[in-house]
C-alpha cells in the first residue's frame, strides 16, 4: 500500500534549523496535485502548516511560518522538503507529510481533508 516516508527530524535548540524530507515509497512519484506538511504536537489538533503544488512547485504556507520555513521539491528525485528556520520550542511537534491528486493548481488545502496518503510522521524537538 502507498505512504510517504518522511525523514530529517531530530533535536534542536531553539534558533536552530532542520530540513525534513519527504518521499513516496517505493518507486511511486507524487504524481500531479499537492504535497503537504503537517505537525501535531500532544495534545492538539493536526496543523497544516506548508504545501507545494508539485506541477508549478507553487508553495503555500500557514502564517505563523511565513519567512521561517520553505517548501521545495526535487521532481528528479521525488522528494519534497521543508526546510525550517529559526525554530522555536512551540515548533515542537510530530512532523507529517501527506498528499493528495489535482490536475489543476487552484491552491493547496492545509487542512487534512483531502490529503488521502500519509506519512507515519518525524518528531522535532526544540529545546529553548
Known amino acids: 500500500q502507498e505512504h510517504l516516508l518522511e525523514s530529517g527530524g531530530g533535536s534542536v535548540q531553539a534558533g536552530g534549523s532542520l530540513r525534513l524530507s519527504c518521499k513516496p515509497s517505493g518507486d511511486r512519484r507524487f504524481g500531479s496535485g499537492c504535497v503537504a506538511w503537517f505537525r501535531q504536537a500532544p495534545g492538539m489538533e493536526r496543523e497544516g502548516i506548508s504545501a507545494?503544488?508539485?506541477?508549478?512547485?507553487?508553495?503555500y504556507y500557514l502564517d505563523s511560518v511565513k519567512g521561517r520555513f520553505s517548501i521545495s521539491q526535487d521532481t528528479a528525485t521525488q522528494t519534497a522538503y521543508l526546510q525550517m528556520n529559526r525554530l522555536k520550542p512551540e515548533d515542537s511537534a510530530m512532523y507529517f507529510c501527506a498528499r493528495y491528486i489535482a490536475f489543476r493548481d487552484t491552491g493547496c488545502y492545509l487542512t487534512a481533508h483531502p490529503y488521502t496518503i500519509w506519512g507515519q510522521g518525524t518528531q522535532v524537538t526544540v529545546s529553548s
Open positions: 507545494i503544488y508539485t506541477g508549478t512547485g507553487t508553495p
